[in-house]
């Protein structure tokens, strides 16, 4: 799939913008502060309605304005879609061809993304909720559904969580609403386990053939650390085991006074030769292993959705060796959209630049250049 048309209004420092983009390799290049990651976030937020690196949309309308608003037009599987969000007052409006979609997972299957930029490292660095996004965030876009199954279980969660405050503050309740809401949430649960385990399967399929391409080390995959740990249990004895392992475990939640066990604790473990890269790799390794984690998706996404997605690169050379950014172009190739931002041409081989649309950013303006 890819982006054919980009157009914004009163987003961030662009009060006007139209670019017409290749179907392969776009690279925008600028100083600080001009703009780069401004685009690339307008085409985050019309693919997934939501930045990648604000949860207040707010902050993405231009100073001064009231509103603003961001359209594409995009082909995939040789049909084309006319994407547009407009926000006003503090609510977004989400289009496909005109008719509005009130359903934010039946909007997110059109325009499919995978991006790194240099927040990604937390990731591997950060808390286990930000492995939670992450695995979040893709199983949305690839699966309408999980979207819808994962705000079921959050709502029974919070329910849950209110049920067992109320229990340690010594409050009564009505057990049975409390087992009915149990009974539900280890439903959802087993559906969210399921998902994210066949995805890091997935994802270990081909990862560590990228890593060893762009790093020269075998012996990397993702471990995926559920709480209670379910790796041994089929689909049928699951749902006992868990509604055994829940019911065992009320008089330690009830002291907690929220839900213990259930994938709102999974996390996952970047390992390399039987070791945490997160304890023990260097700062380039573990970029490279988060980078490694978003390339490993491309397959994944094309063999789900018939078509590869667009690649979102942020300023992704900044910390590699010359050798290493020679590696990583390899993969932004003929066959994929890429949007590439830069504030240094030179960190781009001069083949790769030959077959790019080039773009300067200077203050908000922005000029094709033709070499
Ligand atoms: N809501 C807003 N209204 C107007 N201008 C904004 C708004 N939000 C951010 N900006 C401006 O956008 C610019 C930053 O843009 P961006 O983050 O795209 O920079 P960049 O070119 O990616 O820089 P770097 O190379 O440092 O990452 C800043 O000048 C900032 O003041
Ligand atoms: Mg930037």
Known sequence: MFLQQLKIRNFRNYEKLDLS??????????????????ILESVHFIALSKSHRTNNDLEMLMEGKKSFKVCANMHKNNIKYNLEIDYKDNKKHLFI???????????????????FYPDDIDIIKGLPDSRRKFLNNE?????????????EYNKLLKMKNDLLRKLNNREKIDMSYFNIVNEYLVDKAIFIYRARKKFIDKINNNIESIFYDISKRKGFYLKYITKPNIDDFDSNSLKSYLKEHIANSFKEEVNAGMALYGPHRDDFEFILDEKSLRKYGSQGQQKLSVLALKLSEINIFENQLGEKPVLLLDDIFSEFDKKKKNLILKYINNDIQSIITTTDLNNISKETLSKSKIFNVDNGIVKEIKR
């Not at 199983?139 to 705000?151: H, I, M, R």
């Open 21 to 38: 983009l290749d179907k392969n390799i776009n690279i925008f290049f600028g100083n600080n502060a001009q703009g780069k990651t401004n």
């Open 97 to 115: 061809d005109n008719d509005e979609y009130f359903k934010l997972n039946e909007y997110l299957s059109h325009l499919n993304i995978i991006i």
């Open 139 to 151: 199983l949305s876009q690839l699966y309408p559904v999980y979207l819808k199954v994962l705000n």
